[in-house]
């Protein structure tokens, strides 16, 4: 994939049938990430991998077994530790916090009650742990703050989705 990438784009970029560019580097995001921010210390974090993400929620379940109603005992099937882990990982990505659960209203008598009670107690110790992990979208943050500091205006970057490119000039 990254040499199609690199051979489309150097054919976007010349008219001639071959072409060569010296200083030209496909990457994906979390490479890109590498490439600026390898001698930061938010690089040097451990990562919230789909692995300990699993185990973490399972630790989870375990330790706030007594504060759940819906999810108790739940900690041994592993097909719901995944599930729950995806989920926790895309509210926390959509920059929903705990509180924003707990300020969901339902009615008392709505059996996806206890469903939100769960889930904010969840995600309230999730949210608290993995401030120990670097997440993508953290790393992905900390890239922005990194890139904005530095002198791009001789740089392009360009956005390779599904072989279609669109250039980014960064000298503004």
């Avoid at 990505?93 to 924003?100: L, Q």
């Avoid at 970057?157 to 072989?163: A, D, K, V, Y």
């Amino acid at each position: 994939m990254k040499f199609n990438a690199e051979v489309h784009l150097l054919q976007q970029l010349s008219d001639d049938a071959t072409s060569a560019e010296s200083r030209l580097q496909v990457l994906s995001f979390s490479r890109l990430a590498w490439y600026f921010l390898k001698n930061d210390p938010v690089y040097q974090q451990p990562r919230l991998t789909q692995t300990n993400n699993t185990m973490l929620i399972a630790q989870l379940l375990q330790d706030n077994q007594d504060q759940l109603t819906l999810y108790r005992g739940e900690s041994q099937n592993a097909g719901f530790i995944v599930q729950l882990g995806q989920q926790l990982s895309e509210l926390t990505n959509g920059r929903i916090t705990a509180e924003d659960l707990a300020g969901v209203k339902l009615e008392a008598t709505d059996p996806h009650q206890a469903k939100f009670n769960d889930l904010t107690t969840l995600l309230a110790a999730y949210q608290q742990r993995i401030g120990e992990f670097v997440t993508t979208p953290s790393l992905m943050t900390a890239l922005s703050a990194k890139l904005s500091t530095l002198d791009l205006s001789h740089t392009y970057f360009f956005l390779i989705i599904s072989m279609n490119w669109m250039p980014l000039n960064c000298s503004s």
